[in-house]
């Protein structure tokens, strides 16, 4: 079980400050506290057995707490498996839970929060203020059963790594640093459909979208299917690369997730976007990647659309100009392409897709009609290219290409689709 020390030491040095006085319980039985310069209740909500559901959803599950519209709340986040996969953790053990719970997600999410006044047709508008991530995180491949390619590593490993929350990096492996950018690799609401399910595929409801340029400062919104959106979140992570190849991230848990959550009547969306200061994100997720960049295009296009009141088929025109579009992840069932397109219509995203290395990259190549082997190729060639050129064991290499590789989205075509798998060169520096 996670402590809740972070969020009360946090809390009562802002009551000692005068920034904050508790309140009376809710009735989800979490602390309360009145933030004299928000416009909402600030709510605190520790990750306890009591608040957190281990690998699934249900959307008949009772709100662990209440909230309004326009309200802050600061919670905690587990580590899988109800914080059972901490250093010490073999990948023999790590596999057996999940073998042992067929059907159910690793991630332990904390929820589901129920928004007064959001109904059906809404839009869930959740804005992320801060995150703080614990002190350590893992990744890990599971042996033979997940991941881009189970049937070549049949042999697992699980990494531990210090997260040096001040330099804002963690050394991998020795002498390559990876910046630290804290994002909700899940963070969605309640499915329309009743039952109980995974926690892994994400879909209309957001949920494990893995993109990781949701970080703080931005905001996720989301189409509200039941009554009180019921938000839930957890596979927290500290960074990710663009495709998460290996299955998991730089996985971790946050002593505080800081988020404002509003209900948008009148303005209903179809499918999540995600804010950022300087862009708008669309999406879109399949088993199959081919389709899931259909989606993809399809929402971008809507957007573009809307955005610079132009036809479908001029949006259509203007994507491949304007628009990045990333492999989000390939792991979660559903696998993942999201695009990031320019707040400001003179602008354009970045467009760099290189063949071959750059100042600034270390570059992997691949074209084919289907796009999920374009993915492969690409990916797989910077495995071992890592392997080969940088001397890196093979599932190192793996974990590596899935915690900062960047693969994107190129020119495609019916008869060629193609993907640019980039990482930074600055990830290798001299010891510290």
């Known amino acids: 079980m996670i402590s809740a020390g972070g969020i009360r030491s946090a809390l009562a040095m802002m009551v000692a400050g005068g920034l904050l006085s508790t309140a009376p319980q809710n009735a989800g039985a979490q602390s309360v506290a009145i933030a ?17 559901q281990w690998g699934w959803f249900n959307n008949a599950q009772a709100p662990v707490l209440r909230i309004d519209s326009g309200d802050t709340v600061v919670l905690e986040t587990m580590m899988h498996s109800h914080n059972q996969v901490v250093p010490g953790k073999t990948i023999e053990e790590i596999k057996k839970l999940r073998t042992d719970h067929p059907g159910r997600g690793p991630h332990t999410v904390t929820g589901p929060i129920y928004v007064s006044g959001a109904e059906p047709g809404d839009v869930l508008k959740v804005r992320l203020n801060r995150i703080v991530p614990r002190a350590y995180a893992t990744n890990f491949n599971v042996p033979g059963m997940f991941g881009q390619f189970p049937q070549e590593y049949q042999d697992g490993q699980v990494k531990y790594v210090y997260l040096d929350l001040d330099k804002m990096v963690t050394e991998f492996l020795p002498g390559v640093y990876i910046p630290l ?37 931005t905001t996720l919104h989301v189409p509200v299917h039941v009554p009180g959106a019921l938000l839930w979140t957890g596979d927290s992570h500290a960074a990710q690369g663009n495709g998460e190849v290996n299955l998991t991230a730089v996985e971790t848990a946050y002593k505080e997730f800081n988020i404002t959550v509003e209900v948008v009547k009148g303005r209903p969306l179809d499918f999540p976007r995600i804010e950022t200061p300087k862009s708008w994100i669309t999406m879109g997720f399949d088993q199959d990647l081919n389709k899931a960049w259909d989606q993809t295009k399809a929402q971008t296009t809507k957007f573009l659309a809307e955005q610079r009141n132009v036809s479908a088929d001029q949006a259509a025109k203007l994507m491949p100009t304007v628009s990045d579009c990333r492999v989000s992840q390939v792991v979660n ?59 890196i064991a093979r599932l190192d290499a793996y974990a590596l290409a899935s915690v900062a590789m960047d693969c994107r989205v190129g020119a495609v ?13 600055s990830l290798w520096q001299a010891p510290r």
């Open 36 to 52: 004299s310069k928000t416009p909402g209740k600030v709510h605190l909500l520790p990750a306890t057995l009591e608040t957190t």
């Open 413 to 425: 075509s019916d008869t060629e689709k193609n993907v640019h798998c980039l990482l930074p060169k």
């Open 333 to 391: 069932v559903k696998k993942g392409i999201h695009c990031l397109n320019p707040k400001n219509v003179r602008d354009k995203e970045d467009m760099e897709r290189p063949a071959k290395e750059t100042s600034k990259y270390y570059v992997t190549h691949a074209k084919d009609a289907d796009l999920n082997k374009a993915m492969n190729d690409a990916s797989r060639a910077m495995i071992k290219w890592l392997e080969s050129e940088k001397k």
């Open 181 to 217: 950018k804290p994002f909700p690799g899940t963070l969605g609401v309640a499915r329309k459909e009743p039952g109980q399910y995974s926690t892994v595929p994400p879909g209309e409801f957001a949920g494990n979208m893995d993109i990781r340029d949701l970080t703080a400062g």
